[in-house]
């Protein structure tokens, strides 16, 4: 997300494609969003393309499993100057311009191993293949210099771009309670701190990939946290799921619930509440890296654009 308005700030035409894992149109594919309507439901798109629909402005969100053939249809749709592939690149099909990849600098590799002896999907030397490496909640955002731990990795040697993230979270979104309907697909949504949640007793869950990160997220507003309910990621959200966090929200008498932006599009809509809901964004801040980072993709389409080497192929 931050790569496509990045991008499209510049001056150029950015589309995203992602997978749409789990979505019921992930293997026929389809725009999500044209970056003006959505123009699929959550159900369909997956819940991340559908979350980046939402979120973003004139920038469009395509889906496929077949991601070659989710650009051609981007590019007959939208005529784009850049495609933004969303987790591609083990998508070898693809001849691809820049790769970047992404890092937890509190835990990068693991154990060192792959899957699923370890956490690794390929081995560290593979990060040779990589344009530039990203390393997230690094605490950039505070000024932390600190030396990133995979910095201290040989693999980098050849001099690739590192560059440190911290992640910031926020109130993306409230919707108070005492029974009122919640609107399918989050229009006019609204961008606070941690004002609104300051001070409340709240009852969280999540179906993230690191439910406890969420947890330690919500511990840091300035709210009493009650109780937390976790659940896999891309989970598929039933009443009965929402019935049943609901209850135990009321047995620890929280008076708010919190989750997060990418669960909230999983939910069986128009379900009535009788308490508030929090619903967490987050977003990248590369700090003081940020204008190094930008003149880095500045630099790389410029150069594209001159040569005409950014067209897409089937390798």
Same mark, same amino acid.
């Given at each position: 997300m931050y790569v496509a308005e990045t991008v499209r700030i510049l001056g150029y035409k950015a589309v995203i494609i992602s997978r749409g894992y789990k979505g019921k149109a992930e293997a026929v594919g389809g725009v999500v969003g044209d970056g003006r309507s959505l123009l699929m439901t959550p159900e369909a798109s997956? +819940?991340?393309?559908?979350?980046?629909?939402?979120?973003?402005?004139?920038?469009?969100?395509?889906?496929?499993? +077949?991601?070659f053939k989710a650009g051609v249809l981007a590019m007959q749709k939208f005529n784009p100057d850049v495609l933004v592939l969303d987790d591609g690149f083990q998508h070898l099909r693809l001849q691809r311009n820049l790769d970047f990849v992404l890092l937890n600098d509190r835990n990068p590799f693991g154990n060192g191993h792959l899957l699923p002896r370890g956490v690794l999907r390929e081995p560290i030397s593979t990060l040779l293949m990589a344009d530039a490496v990203i390393s997230t909640k690094s605490g950039a955002a505070e000024g932390n210099r600190?030396?990133?731990?995979?910095?201290?990795?040989?693999?980098?040697?050849?001099?690739?771009?590192?560059?440190?993230?911290?992640?910031?979270?926020f109130v993306y979104k409230v919707f108070k309670g005492k029974k009122s309907q919640f609107d399918n697909f989050m229009p006019g949504a609204s961008k606070y701190h941690s004002e609104p949640i300051n001070g409340r007793t709240v009852f969280a869950f999540s179906g993230l990939a690191d439910n406890l990160q969420f947890r330690r997220t919500v511990e840091g507003f300035k709210c009493r946290l009650s109780g937390f309910m976790e659940f896999p990621d891309h989970h598929s959200y039933t009443e009965k799921d929402l019935k049943n966090i609901l209850a135990a929200a009321q047995k620890s008498r929280s008076d708010a619930l919190v989750t997060t932006e990418k669960d909230y599009v999983r939910f069986a809509h128009n379900l009535e509440w009788c308490v508030d809901l929090f619903v967490i964004g987050i977003e990248i801040d590369f700090g003081p890296d940020r204008k190094r980072f930008n003149d880095f993709i500045k630099d790389r389409i410029e150069k594209w654009c001159a040569s005409d080497a950014y067209i897409m192929k089937d390798a």
């Open positions: 997956g +819940d991340e393309p559908f979350m980046m629909a939402a979120r973003l402005k004139n920038v469009p969100v395509v889906i496929g499993k +077949d991601r600190a030396l990133s731990s995979m910095e201290k990795f040989s693999v980098f040697e050849r001099e690739k771009p590192v560059y440190q993230a911290g992640i910031n979270p």
